[in-house]
C-alpha cells in the first residue's frame, strides 16, 4: 500500500500532492451508512495530520456520489458518529474541503455536498432533496444549509418538490462553483489546485446567512404550486416550519431541524410512504426464493420482442419496450390496425416532443425500433412473444396454441390478458411452463406497475425472466398467483367498484362518489376511470367472468347497460357523464341519475341521502375484505403486494401505505366490526373474510401475516 493510502470501512484516503483525496466506495448507491460516516471523520482527522495535505477532494467511486442516508437506519438509533457530527467535523477542517459530484447526490448525499466548503458537479449530474417522497424533512442539515445557498424560496421548492436538478441550474442557483463537462476528477483536482494556489480557505455554509425571506402569502403560495403532489400531505407544514428556522442563527436552526426531523420519522404518514418504499423493493423479488436460486434461474437477455395485437394495449406496450431500448416486431392479421398502431406511436412520440419530455432524434429512433408484420412466422427470432388482442378466451387460445411451431421452447410466450385464467390459456401450448401473464395497464408506456402472473405450470426461470423484463423496462413488478382479476382487478370488481355501483344504486350519484373517494385520496373516482379506460372494458370482462363464475345481481348493471347504450365513456362523449368536444373535463348528465334510478327501482332498491364519509368506508372496506380473500387464496403472497398493486396502479394514495396498511392503521377488529355491519345491513357479499377474523380474534395483523410469507 501507499504510504499515504488508508481505509477505513467504505472510506479511502490517498495523497495526491497537496490534495488529500476522500474516496467513498459503498456500492451500490454509497449510501452514508455509519461506517462511511467513520471513514470520512477519520480520514479528515488523518488528513490535518499531514503537513503535505493543503486541500481534501472528497469523490465518490461507482455510477454515483450519493443516494443518501441508509434508511435502513431510519427505525433505530444510528449510533455515532451522527450526520451532525461528520458535517461539524468538515465544516470545522482548517482545510478548504470540496465535494466532486457525479450522477446522483440526493439526501443525505447532498447534505455532505453542502457541509463541504466548496462544491464541483459534473453537467450530468442530479443534485436534490427527495426526503419529502417518504415523508419525512432532510434532517441533516438540508433545511439550513440549503437556504443559505440558494436562498429560501428556491430552497423551499426544491424540497417540496422533492424533484433533483441538473449540475448547470445548481451552478446557476448558487448550490455549486463550477460545473465540469468533461472528466469530473481531473475538473475537481484542477479546482483544488486553484484553491491551493490561491491559498483559499474554508468556507463554511454554516456561517452564511440567509439573504431573501418569506411572509405567510409567500408560504401560502409555495404550498399552493405544489399542492397537486402534496394532496392529503401533512409533511411540508414540518418543511415550512424548518426552513423558516434557517432565519435564526445556525445552531438554534439546525436544533429545530432535528426535533421537526424526529416528528416526521414518527409520522404515520411517513411509516406508510417508507412501508411503500421496502414493499415496491420486495415485490420484485421470487416469494420464498433465495437470491442464488433466481441467479440459477435466469435465462438468455431479452432483445427482441414480439406483440401479438396492434390495438391500443399492444401500441402502448410496443412503445414500452421501444423506450427501453428494444426491437420490436408488431403483428396483426389487420392491415388497417398496424396503420393505426404506427400512427398511435407516431402522436404520442410527437406530443412528448412537443411536451419537451424527449427530443425529436430520441422520438425518431425510438419509432425506428418498432416495425410490423402480418405473419406469425415472422416472429420466430423474437425473444420474448407477448400476446395483447381482445379480452376472450377463444381466441388468445387461438392464437397461443399457433405458437409452437414457430417460437422456440425456450422462449418466454406472455399474455397480458386483465382477468382470464392464464392456467387455462397455457393449456393452449405444448410447452405451459414458458407462458405466463404479463399484465401491463392502460397506458403501458406510462403506468408504473406490471402484475406478473403465476400460472399453475409457469416455470421459475420463466418468472424469473419476466421479473428481469420489468426491471429493464422501469416497472413496478408484482408476482400474482392465477385466479379472476389476480389481485387489482379481482379487489376493484368483486370490491371497490361494485361498492361504488351499490351506492349509485342507493342514492348516491356519481360526481358524489367520485369526488368523495378524490377527497381521501385516489387519483381519479371510480366512475371517472371508467369513462376514460371505456365503459365497455369492463364489461367485455364481466362478460368472460360469467362464462365461468356467477356474482349475485346486482353486479355492475349501471356500467354495463350503459355500454349496451353506447355510453361508453370520453371515446363516444357520454358515459357516466357528458364531455364536450374536445373535453376531457366531466359534466353531469341527468339522463344518467334516471337510468340509475330505473334499475334501482326494478330491484327494489330504496333510494335514500348517502354521505361521504359512509362512501369512503363501503368502498375501503370492501376494498380491505376482498384484498384478505386474495391472500387466503394466495392469489397474493404478501399483504405488502396487495398495497404496492394498488398504489402503483390504482390510485390509492401512497401516505396512506396501500389498502392493507390502512386496514393495519384503522385496526383490524375495527375493520371486522364494521364488516359485520355492511354485512348484517347490506347482505351475502358483505361476508367477512376468513382471514380478518382470524386476525382480529387473535389480534395480529396484516404486518404479522408477512412475516411469516417467506415460508408459505
Known sequence: MNEHKATTGSVTFDVLGPIGLICIDHPPVNAIGHSVRRGLIDAIVRAESNPE??????????????AGADITEFDHSQGEPSFQQMHTKIESCPLPVVAAIHGLAVGGGLELAMACHYRVTHKNAKLGMPEIMLGIIPGAGGTQRLPRLIGARAALDMILSGTPISGPDAKTNGLVDEVAAGDLREAALDFCNRLVAEKAGPRPT????????????????????????????????????????????FSEGIAIEAALAQKSLASRESLALRHVFFSERESGKLPGASSANVRQAQSPAIRRVAIIGAGTM????????????????????????????????????????????????????????????????????????????????????????????VIPAPRLIATNTST????????????????????????????????????????????STALRVA??????????????????????LDGYWREAEQLLLEGATPAQVDNALENFGFAMGPQRVSDLGGNDVGTKARIQLVKRESRP??????????????????????????????????????????????????????????????????CILSLINVGAMVLEE??????????????????????LGGPMFHADTLGVAHVLERIRHYHE?????????????????DGSSFEDWDKTAPAR
Open 53 to 66: 495535505t493543503k486541500v481534501l477532494l472528497i469523490v465518490s467511486c461507482g455510477e454515483m456520489f450519493s
Open 206 to 249: 454554516s456561517k452564511r446567512t440567509v439573504v431573501d425571506a418569506f411572509d405567510q402569502a409567500e408560504f401560502a403560495a409555495a404550498l399552493l404550486r405544489h399542492a397537486r403532489a402534496l394532496k392529503g400531505r401533512n409533511t411540508q407544514d414540518l418543511v415550512i416550519e424548518a426552513i423558516r428556522a434557517s432565519r435564526l442563527p
Open 314 to 405: 399492444g401500441s402502448g406496450i410496443a412503445m414500452t419496450f421501444a423506450d427501453a431500448g428494444l426491437e420490436v416486431l408488431v403483428n396483426d392479421n389487420d392491415p388497417a390496425a398496424l396503420i393505426r398502431c404506427r400512427e398511435s406511436v407516431q402522436s404520442t412520440y410527437a406530443f412528448s416532443v412537443k411536451r419537451g419530455r424527449i427530443t425529436q432524434s430520441l422520438a425518431d429512433e425510438r419509432i425506428r425500433r418498432i416495425t410490423s408484420c402480418s405473419a406469425l412466422a415472422d416472429m420466430a427470432h423474437a425473444d420474448l412473444i407477448i400476446e395483447a388482442v381482445f379480452e376472450d378466451m377463444e381466441l388468445k387460445k387461438d392464437i397461443l396454441s399457433k405458437l409452437d411451431p
Open 420 to 463: 382470464l385464467s392464464v392456467t387455462e390459456l397455457a393449456r393452449a401450448t405444448a410447452h405451459p411452463e414458458r407462458v405466463l401473464g404479463l399484465h401491463f395497464f392502460v397506458p403501458a408506456q406510462a403506468s408504473k406497475l406490471l402484475e406478473i402472473v403465476r400460472a399453475d405450470r409457469t416455470s421459475r426461470e420463466s418468472l
Open 471 to 492: 426491471k429493464l423496462l422501469k416497472k413496478v413488478a408484482v408476482v400474482a398467483g392465477d385466479g379472476f382479476g389476480f389481485i387489482g382487478n379481482r379487489m376493484m
Open 553 to 618: 345481481d346486482p353486479y355492475f348493471v349501471v356500467a354495463d347497460r350503459l355500454t349496451e347504450m353506447g355510453r361508453l365513456g370520453q371515446k363516444t362523449g357520454r358515459g357516466f357523464y357528458r364531455y364536450e368536444s374536445g373535453s376531457r373535463e366531466v359534466v353531469p348528465d341527468p339522463d344518467v341519475i334516471s337510468l340509475i334510478e330505473t334499475l334501482a327501482a326494478e330491484r327494489g332498491i330504496k333510494r335514500r341521502e348517502i354521505n361521504d364519509q359512509e362512501i369512503v368506508e363501503r
Open 634 to 655: 394466495s392469489i397474493a403472497a404478501r399483504a405488502a403486494d396487495i398495497d404496492v398493486v394498488w398504489t402503483s396502479g390504482y390510485g390509492f394514495p401512497r401516505h
Open 681 to 697: 345491513t347490506l347482505g351475502h357479499y358483505w361476508r367477512p373474510a376468513t382471514l380478518i377474523e382470524r386476525m382480529a380474534a
